[in-house]
C-alpha cells in the first residue's frame, strides 16, 4: 500500500467574483496551516485588491504569473470554455493540481483534461461544479463506490427550483417567478441556459461520468424547458398530488451501459417524494444502487459560501491525501451515443377553443399511437374560448409521446400549443 | 505534494454473519481488480463456509491467521468490545489496514485506536459504524472539510425509527410495534440498546469527533427512551403539525467548542422538516455550517447490503487512494466535559384522574420554575379515570424542565409519569 499524508498547500486564486471572494475568505478563516493563499489573479487588479487578505497575498493580472510560482494547487473560478480551458491545461501540464467549479469545462472537455491531469501526475477536482456544497461528486467517486449505480435523479439547478416554487407556493406566472429571480440575483437577464436545461445537462453529463462511468456530451442530452409551464399546471398537478420539478436523471438499462436513458426538464413529482420538498434554490441528488438502494444528498446548491466549500473542501482534500491521478473512472469512461428514452406515464395539458369532438379528435390520435388515456381532469371556472384541462395517459416511450403531441398541436382546437410532462 | 496511487487490496474479512457474507458478495461481483478477498476468519468454519467464494479463498478460525498472511486490510465485523479491540489493534500493530462497522467500539476506543493507525502509519476507517450505507463519515471528514460545522442532527437507529413510524402510521402502541419489529428481525429480542439510545449515543459521539472534533464519551451523551410513548402522543404531536423521532443532536454553543449541547431521544419535529419524511428503519443526517449552512445525507441505515456497501467503500478507498495516517481530527479530539443542555420549547403530556385544580397544580409548579404554558390541548372521547391531556411549554432549558417535571410527577393526580419532549 502506499501511504499519504498531510501537507501545507499553497493556492492561487483565479477569479475573484462572488465565489473566489467567498473561498479567499474561507481560507484565511481557517487555523489549521493546511492552506495557504499566495497569489489572486484577477483582471483589473487595481480595482478588486482587497484590504482584507494578508499582505503577503501576491495580486497579478497575468496568468502566466501563476505557473512559474511556488503553487501547489490553482483554483479556477473565471467560468466559460475559453480562456478557462488553456490555463486549466497549463496549469496541469505544469503539475499543479486544479480545483475548478466550472460546469460547462468539465463537462465538455473533463475527458481530455483528466487524461492530462493523470499523465502530469496531479489532479482536476471538481466538486463545485456540480449540487454547490453538496458533497455528491466525493459521495459518489468515493463514498459509494463500493456500491453499482443504476441511477442518478436531481434537481441541480437552483434557479429552476426557485421560479418553479415560486410558482408553486406563490401561485404566480412564470413570467412574474422569471422576474424575482432576476431581481434577487438567482436568474441572469438572459436566462436561457437555467431554464432551458443547458446548466442541468452540463452537470447531469458530469454525475454520469463520475456515478456511471459514462462520457455523455451534454448536447446528447434531451432537455425541454420550463418556459411554457403555466400556474395552472401546478393546481392540476395538485390534484394528482404531486408538484413540478425540473429534474435530471441518468439511468443505465443493462449491466454493460449501452442502454441509458437521460433527460433533463419538468417533471411531475409525487409530493411525498424527497425531490417535492426541495424548495427555493436548493439542489437534491438522490442515487440508486443494486446494493445500498437509494441515499440522497440535499443542500444549497449555489450561492458564494456554498460553493466555496466545495472548493475548500477539495483543497482540503489535496493537502490531506495528496492528488489522485487516477481518473475519475479507473478505467476510462464508457463512450456512449444510444440514449433511449424512458417510457413513463405523461401529464397532458391542452387549452382550447371549446367545442364538441374535441375529446374524441385527442383520443383518436392517442389511440393511433397505441396511448392509452389514464383520467381527463378539468378545473371550473374558465373561458370557454381558452380552456385548459389536462388528459393523464398510460406509460408509453417519450418518443412515442412526442410523436402523438406533435399531431395533436396540429388540431385547430388548440390555442396554445399542449404541454406534455413526464410523471415519475 | 505526495502522489498516491492505485493499486490492488488484499483484504481479510474477520465475521462472517449478514454484513460479512454480503461484504464478501460485493468483493467477489467486483470485476475492476481492486480487491481480493484472501481469507474470512470466522467461528465454526466447517459450518459457515460457503461454495460461492472462490477456492483460493483460505478460511481459519484463527485471527492469528491473518496477522501473519500477506494482508493489507483486516475487515472486522464480529461487534462488541471484546475480542474486537484486541484483535483490531494487533491488526494496526502490524501495519494492517483495518476497515470496521463496530460502532461501540470506535466511540469508546476511537481515540486510541485512531492514534495506534497513526502511529504504525496505516488507517482505521469505520463509514459502515454509522448511518449504514449513508456515507456521511466521509461527507463530514473530507465532503465539507472547507466548513466550520456548528451541529449535527440525525436519526441514527433504524429500529426505533421503524417503531415511532409504525406507531405513526399504523396507529399501534408501543408494544406492538416493538413486536413487529422483532418479528421482521428490526430488533432485538432485549431491545434495550436501541430503544434506550445507547446505539445513538454511540454513533452520535463518532459523528460529533468527526464532524466537530470532540472526544465524548458516550456515557456523557443525556438518553432519553423511546418506551414511554404511547400513541395518543402522535394524535398530539399531528395537531401540533408535527410527529415524533428519536433525535440525535450535538451542536457547538461557541466557537472553542467548550460548551456543547449533545442529547439523544424521542422529539416533537415538525412534519415540513426533513426528519419527518423519513421512515421505516432509514437515516438522516443534517449538517449545519458556518459557510455551506444546512447539508443532508440520507438512506438505509442498517441491514447487510448497505452496511456493506460502506466497508466496501472504505475499501475502495484504501486501494485508490492508500492509507490516510492522518488522525481523523488532524490536531486531535478536543476533550471536553461540559455538556449544556439546550433551551427549547416542551411538549407535557399528563394522564390524570380528573378532578378541579389539576391545571391550577401544574401550573403553580411551572411557574414557580419560571416557564412558561403556551398551550393546552385535550383530545375528546377518554374516560376521566385515566385523561391523557398535553401542554406545551415556552422555550426553558432541558435542566429546568427536569426539575419542573420530577415536581410534577409527584403530584397525587397522576395516574402515568409524565412525558416531557422538546420540539424541534
Known amino acids: 500500500m502506499v501511504w499519504a499524508f498531510c501537507m501545507a498547500l499553497n493556492v492561487g486564486l483565479v477569479g475573484f467574483g462572488t465565489v473566489g471572494k467567498s473561498v479567499a ?32 497575498v501576491c495580486w497579478t493580472d497575468r496568468f502566466e504569473d501563476l505557473l512559474t510560482a511556488p503553487i501547489d494547487a490553482v483554483v479556477e473560478l473565471i467560468g466559460g470554455l475559453e480562456p478557462a480551458a488553456d490555463w486549466v491545461s497549463r496549469a496541469l501540464e505544469a503539475g499543479k493540481a486544479v480545483v475548478t467549479a466550472n460546469k460547462q469545462l468539465v463537462a465538455t472537455r473533463g ?32 463514498g459509494i463506490a463500493g456500491d453499482r449505480i443504476r441511477s442518478i435523479v436531481g434537481i441541480l439547478n437552483g434557479t429552476c427550483n426557485f421560479i418553479l416554487t415560486r410558482m408553486e407556493h406563490g401561485g404566480v406566472s412564470y413570467a412574474a417567478a422569471l422576474r424575482e429571480a432576476q431581481e434577487r440575483g438567482y436568474a441572469e437577464a438572459d436566462p436561457s441556459e437555467d431554464v432551458d436545461g443547458d446548466d442541468a445537462r452540463a452537470k447531469l453529463s458530469i454525475l454520469a461520468r463520475v456515478g456511471l462511468g459514462l462520457e455523455l456530451e451534454p448536447s446528447q442530452l434531451r432537455a425541454q424547458s420550463i418556459r411554457p409551464l403555466d400556474h395552472v399546471d401546478f393546481t392540476y398537478a395538485r390534484r394528482l398530488e404531486s408538484t413540478i420539478r425540473q429534474v435530471s436523471r441518468v439511468a443505465l438499462r443493462d449491466n454493460a ?36 438502494s437509494e441515499t ?3 443542500g444549497h446548491g449555489a450561492g458564494g459560501n456554498p460553493t466555496a466549500v466545495a472548493v475548500v473542501s477539495d483543497l482540503v482534500a489535496l493537502a490531506r491525501h495528496g492528488a489522485r491521478w487516477v481518473d475519475v473512472c479507473p478505467h476510462g469512461a464508457k463512450r456512449t451515443s444510444i440514449v433511449s428514452d424512458a417510457p413513463s406515464p405523461h401529464y397532458l395539458r391542452l387549452v382550447v377553443n371549446d367545442r364538441p369532438g374535441i375529446i374524441a379528435g385527442l383520443a383518436g390520435v392517442l389511440s393511433a399511437h397505441d396511448i392509452n388515456i389514464d383520467a381527463v381532469l378539468q378545473e371550473p371556472g374558465n373561458p370557454k374560448s381558452a380552456l385548459p384541462f389536462v388528459v393523464t395517459l398510460e406509460s408509453c416511450p417519450e418518443s412515442t409521446m412526442r410523436r402523438a403531441v406533435e399531431e ?3 388540431l385547430d382546437f388548440n390555442v396554445q400549443p399542449p404541454l406534455c410532462l413526464p410523471m415519475l
Chains 1, 2 share one sequence.
Do not use: K, M
Not at 487588479?45 to 503577503?56: F, I, K, M, Q
Not at 483534461?113 to 466525493?138: D, M, N, S
Open 111 to 142: 475527458g481530455a483534461l483528466l487524461a492530462l491531469a493523470c499523465q502530469h501526475r496531479t489532479e482536476l477536482a471538481f466538486e463545485a461544479a456540480v449540487g454547490g456544497g453538496i458533497p455528491i461528486i466525493r459521495g459518489l467517486r468515493d
Open 296 to 298: 440522497l444528498f440535499a
Open 257 to 292: 451501459g449501452e442502454q441509458i436513458e437521460a433527460r433533463v426538464g419538468p417533471a411531475l413529482v409525487p409530493l411525498s417524494s424527497p425531490l417535492a420538498a426541495i424548495v427555493g434554490s436548493r439542489n437534491i441528488v438522490v442515487t440508486t444502487g443494486d446494493y445500498g
Open 25 to 56: 475568505r474561507l481560507i484565511t478563516e481557517r487555523h489549521d496551516g493546511l492552506l495557504h493563499l499566495t497569489h489572486v489573479c484577477s483582471r483589473d487588479v487595481a480595482r478588486r485588491r482587497v484590504d482584507w487578505l494578508p499582505s503577503e
Open 408 to 410: 395533436i398541436a396540429a
